[in-house]
């Protein structure tokens, strides 16, 4: 059975984002655990097919903050789903700017696909996203840009050798299926 471990980047007991994951990974007959933020430094995250991270209703003011806890993931060889909080941490660990509050975005806004990839199986080219942040994050050099939009523009990104995805947007809300192609990915 392929094992997820979701880490919550909310404060802990805070599981409005992580929630609608796990149950996603639930319903993909895969088995999911969750962790707070602050027990990645002590979980085996090896014994885990995947992990994913989730967002955060604090605010954009945590990236430095949680910084610490995440540095595995420059090293980390599983596959990696980042959404928003994730999104932002993953990119500045890997040399990102955060862009301060210059592409605010919160509602529904439409996304399009700039290259195929198995994360998309499912999706339209352009497709409807639920968007809750006042902060993004510049492109990493070893990244591509996999999907964009008009107010933000690093909306989707991959890491050019390893199954490392982020979003700025929610999948959990309205696209389930990239967590459950996420998901595939992961199976040995």
Same mark, same amino acid.
């Given at each position: 059975?392929?094992?997820?471990?979701?880490?919550?980047?909310?404060?802990?007991?805070?599981?409005?984002?992580?929630?609608?994951?796990?149950?996603?990974?639930?319903?993909?007959?895969?088995?999911?655990?969750?962790?707070?933020?602050?027990?990645?430094?002590?979980?085996?995250?090896?014994?885990?097919? $995947?992990?994913?991270?989730?967002?955060?209703?604090?605010? /954009?003011? #945590?990236?430095?903050?949680?910084? &610490?806890? @995440? !540095?595995?993931?420059?090293?980390?060889?599983?596959?990696?789903?980042?959404?928003?909080?994730?999104?932002?941490?993953?990119?500045?660990?890997?040399?990102?700017?955060?862009?301060?509050?210059?592409?605010?975005?919160? $509602?529904?806004?439409?996304?399009?696909?700039?290259?195929? /990839?198995? #994360?998309?199986?499912?999706?339209? &080219?352009? @497709? !409807?996203?639920?968007?809750?942040?006042?902060?993004?994050?510049?492109?990493?050099?070893?990244?591509?840009?996999?999907?964009?939009?008009?107010?933000?523009?690093?909306?989707?990104?991959?890491?050019?050798?390893?199954?490392?995805?982020?979003?700025?947007?929610?999948?959990?809300?309205?696209?389930?299926?990239?967590?459950?192609?996420?998901?595939?990915?992961?199976?040995?």
């Amino acid at each position: 059975m392929t094992r997820i471990l979701i880490i919550n980047n909310a404060e802990p007991g805070i599981r409005e984002f992580a929630a609608p994951i796990e149950q996603t990974v639930k319903e993909t007959g895969a088995y999911a655990e969750f962790i707070e933020y602050k027990d990645c430094l002590t979980t085996a995250l090896d014994e885990f097919d $995947g992990i994913i991270l989730t967002g955060s209703p604090q605010g /954009d003011d #945590i990236v430095e903050h949680h910084r &610490p806890y @995440f !540095e595995w993931i420059k090293t980390y060889e599983k596959p990696v789903f980042g959404i928003c909080a994730g999104h932002h941490i993953t990119g500045y660990l890997y040399g990102s700017t955060l862009l301060r509050s210059e592409e605010p975005e919160s $509602g529904d806004f439409i996304v399009k696909i700039l290259c195929e /990839d198995p #994360i998309f199986n499912g999706l339209s &080219p352009t @497709f !409807e996203v639920r968007q809750m942040h006042n902060d993004s994050v510049t492109l990493p050099g070893d990244f591509t840009l996999l999907a964009t939009a008009e107010t933000c523009k690093n909306q989707v990104m991959k890491h050019k050798k390893k199954l490392l995805y982020t979003t700025q947007f929610h999948p959990e809300f309205y696209n389930q299926q990239m967590i459950k192609n996420f998901v595939a990915l992961c199976v040995r």
